[in-house]
């Protein structure tokens, strides 16, 4: 009796928290449509993403070495805090009050890219507001095109920050995102899976 206590307790305490935070891995969230058709060889592929402290630029910068895609640093004009918690202020303060920092520099040529990642760390639970200022800036236009969300976490709502990626880019195709916690995943097999890249390589 006391063992099936245990058991359930357990199950009540380790359930919820796998829930959350998943494996190290891609994954299928709802708002994402699931296209894995090849792509367009002559398709031009940009990689613009948001890192604070390097994690995610790695894996840009992994995606970029395997698609030939153009990588772009998405900063904004204010840089943030380079200590954690301060950052973190910030950062709270930017997504609570729905803040868009300004942007750095922008795209000159979007209109000539087909295929789009677009990547960020998870901060508070979702995208960083940078994230918000570049999919949300008047001088782009997504639509039609293919986005492809990425990002980089230590824990929790990895699914909530691809979705909201989606979910900023309504007009947009989108194939299956990946979230990881660690710098050095290999995205070969996922870019694999939704046919960016060949699955001989
Ligand atoms: C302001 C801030 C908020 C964060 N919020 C979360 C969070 O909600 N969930 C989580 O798992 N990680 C969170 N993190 C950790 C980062 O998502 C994680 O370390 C990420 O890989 C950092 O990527 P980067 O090195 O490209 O900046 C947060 C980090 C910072 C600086």
């Known amino acids: 009796m006391k063992n099936l206590l245990l058991t359930l307790f357990l199950m009540l305490i380790i359930f919820p928290m796998s829930a959350c935070t998943g494996d190290d891995d891609n994954l299928q969230t709802e708002e994402e449509q699931t296209e894995t058709d090849p792509i367009d060889p002559n398709s031009k592929i940009l990689i613009a993403y948001f890192s604070w402290g390097g994690t995610t630029q790695q ?36 997504r609570d009050n729905g803040i868009h ?49 990425f990002c980089t976490y230590q824990a929790t709502y990895r699914d909530e920050t691809l979705a909201k990626i989606v979910e900023l880019t309504p007009n947009s195709k989108h194939r299956k995102g990946f979230g990881t916690t660690d ?7 996922w870019l694999k899976e939704i046919g960016i890249i060949n699955s001989q390589k």
């Open 183 to 189: 710098r050095n995943s290999d995205v070969a097999p």
């Open 101 to 149: 920092p300004e942007l750095k520099s922008v795209v000159e040529n979007m209109a000539e890219y087909d295929i789009i990642f677009v990547g960020c760390p998870v901060w508070w639970h979702t995208a960083p507001m940078a994230i918000w200022s570049f999919l949300e800036s008047e001088g782009y236009d997504f639509s039609g095109k293919t986005i492809i969300p």
């Open 59 to 94: 894996i840009a910068e992994n995606i970029s070495t395997l698609t030939g895609g153009t990588l772009f640093r998405i900063e904004t004009v204010n840089p943030y805090p380079t200590e954690y918690t301060p950052c973190t202020v910030v950062a709270k303060e930017e």
